[in-house]
C-alpha cells in the first residue's frame, strides 16, 4: 500500500543541460503525515551531497517558496524549472505499507523507498517544488517544517521505517531518454521488468538486449565501436558528438561497475 509517493523528473548525470519538473506525487499530510515525512527523508538524505554555493543557493530557494515566490520557469540552484516532463529522467521515492516478513499476524511494516540514482540536488528541488505544489496553506507549513528540520541534520532519516535504496531506479521501468515520453513499466511480460532501470539504459545504449549476459570484454568493444562512429574525426556528426560520448562513457562505467560488484558477491 502506498502511503506516500514522490516523482522528481531531471536531466540525467552526463547531460550538459539541467532541467527539474515535479512529477506525479501524492504527499498527504494529515493523520500520520506520510507525505511531510517522506519530503523530509528525501532532503536529508539529499542535504550531504550539495556543496556549499548549492546550500546557500538551497536555502534561498526554499525561502521563495516558502514566500509564494516560487514562479516555474525559473532558474534555482544551476537548474531550469519547469512543468514539461518530456524526456526528462524519474527519480521515485515512497513510503509503502508492506506485509511483514513471515506474516503471522504480524504488523506490517512501513518501508522507505528512496531512489539515489539520480543528482542529489534534483530531488531537493523537487522536494520543495512538491511542498509548494500543496493545495492548502496549512498543508505547505507542514511539509515546509519538515523540509527545514530535515535540512538541519543532513543525512539522519526517520526512525521505525525500513530503509530500501534504489541504486540503479525502479526495477521494470523503462528509462526515459531525449525525444522520449512517457516513464513507464511495460506490458507484464516485458523481458526488462526485473532489470534496473540505470542498468537497462546503460545496456540499451550499449546495445545489449534485455536477456543478453554482460560480459566486461563485449562492454569495452561495444563501447569502443560506438565511440568510433559518434567522434567527428571518424565521421560522426559534430553535434551532439561529447554527449553522445558521454552517455557512451557513463554507460560503460555502470555496466562495469555492475559486474564488479557481482563478482565480489
Not at 13 to 19: A, L, Q, V
Not at 68 to 76: C, G, M, N, Y
Not at 82 to 107: F, W
Amino acid at each position: 500500500m502506498i502511503l506516500a509517493e514522490l516523482n522528481v523528473r531531471h536531466t540525467r548525470r552526463h547531460m550538459p543541460t539541467r532541467r527539474v519538473a515535479l512529477g506525479d506525487h501524492y504527499l498527504p499530510t494529515g493523520g500520520p503525515g506520510y507525505g511531510a515525512v517522506l519530503l523530509g527523508a528525501v532532503a536529508a538524505d539529499s542535504a550531504p551531497g550539495l556543496d556549499p554555493e548549492q546550500q546557500d543557493a538551497l536555502a534561498r530557494f526554499l525561502d521563495d517558496a516558502r514566500r509564494d515566490e516560487l514562479s516555474v520557469p525559473r532558474i534555482a540552484m544551476r537548474y531550469r524549472l519547469q512543468t514539461d516532463v518530456h524526456g526528462l529522467d524519474r527519480s521515485r521515492h515512497r513510503i509503502v505499507g508492506e506485509d511483514a516478513v513471515g506474516g503471522n499476524g504480524d504488523r506490517p511494516r512501513v518501508v522507505l523507498e528512496l531512489d539515489v540514482h539520480g543528482r542529489a540536488d534534483p530531488q531537493l528541488i523537487g522536494t520543495v517544488m512538491a511542498a509548494a505544489a500543496l493545495p492548502t496553506r496549512d498543508a505547505r507549513q507542514i511539509a515546509f517544517r519538515a523540509i527545514e528540520s530535515a535540512l538541519a541534520r543532513p543525512g539522519v532519516l526517520p526512525e521505525g521505517v525500513v530503509l530500501r535504496r534504489l541504486y540503479e531506479g525502479v526495477p521494470g521501468a523503462r528509462p526515459a531518454a531525449p525525444g522520449a515520453g512517457g516513464y513507464g513499466a511495460g506490458p507484464a511480460l516485458d523481458p526488462w521488468r526485473s532489470v534496473p532501470a540505470e542498468r537497462r539504459w546503460a545496456m540499451e545504449v550499449l546495445g545489449l538486449g534485455a536477456v543478453m549476459t554482460i560480459d566486461r570484454d563485449d562492454v569495452q568493444r561495444r563501447f569502443r565501436r560506438l565511440v568510433r562512429l559518434a567522434h567527428p574525426d571518424h565521421g560522426g556528426v559534430v553535434i551532439g558528438a561529447a554527449e553522445r560520448i558521454a552517455e557512451l562513457t557513463e554507460a560503460r562505467e555502470l555496466l562495469l561497475t555492475v559486474l564488479a560488484s557481482q563478482t565480489l558477491a
